[in-house]
């Protein structure tokens, strides 16, 4: 079965470093969104891409954060000068054209911020 | 107005047992509501979902429970299982939001054998 595949599953930094998370959404699917998860809370809206574009941002997504899909398969998150309130989960996921709600997501790429 | 609420927290149910789980929304352009299911170290998984023009749907022994007046929805799981003892989080979206989902905040289920 197809998956959303997330490098590396734990990364440690230390505070104003910057971070790429990646992220290999499922091949036929044309949306792709990060969404994030501080331990024990609940799941985060962070952004949503379509057609190499942000088509919708959280309030959360400021400018340190950023996406790119580099070519046709990758999807990174790069956060330019983390912080220690970056410490969290953070999901790729991916749907395809039409399937409302149906994301697929990864398994997650756990951020320390030191 | 975003916001999804859901309760309880935590849940704890006997092997047999029925899971309830509630969630309220106040978004009326909300019009897809799925359930996701987390299992530790892993991401949510899509188990059931339901849009508002009906008002319950049943796949094995989950069921959604939909009223759009009280804008609120359940999940109910029928003779739980130890197997299924996660973290459940009811979610909202909209077309127009672009699927940008709102989930609620979780409920910890354990079921004991």
């Known amino acids: 079965e197809p998956e959303v595949t997330q490098t590396p599953s734990h990364q440690v930094t230390q505070m104003g470093q910057e971070v790429i998370l990646r992220c290999v959404p499922i091949?036929?699917?044309?949306?792709f969104y990060w969404y994030r998860q501080i331990l024990g809370q609940k799941v985060e809206f962070l952004v949503s891409?379509?057609?190499?574009?942000?088509?919708?941002k959280s309030e959360i997504f400021d400018d340190q954060f950023s996406v790119e899909r580099p070519d046709g398969s990758n999807f990174t998150l790069k956060i330019r000068s983390t912080k220690l309130e970056d410490s969290a989960m953070y999901f790729c996921a991916s749907r395809k054209r039409g399937n409302t709600g149906e994301l697929f997501f990864g398994e997650g790429s756990r951020l320390t911020v030191l | 107005q975003q916001q999804v609420k859901q309760s309880p927290q935590s849940l704890i149910v006997q092997k047999g047992g029925i899971s309830i789980i509630n969630c309220a929304y106040e978004n009326t352009a909300f019009d897809y509501f799925p359930w996701y299911q987390q299992f530790p170290g892993k991401g949510p998984a899509l188990l059931i979902a339901i849009r508002p023009d009906v008002s319950e749907k049943k796949e094995g022994r989950f069921t959604i429970s939909f009223n759009k007046s009280a804008k609120q929805f359940s999940l109910h799981i029928m003779d739980s299982q130890p197997g299924d003892s996660a973290t459940y989080f009811c979610a909202a979206t909209s077309e127009t939001s672009g699927s940008r989902l709102t989930f609620g905040e979780g409920t910890q289920l354990t079921v004991n054998p």
């Open positions: 091949s036929n699917h044309l949306y």
């Open positions: 891409f379509y057609n190499n574009e942000i088509s919708e």
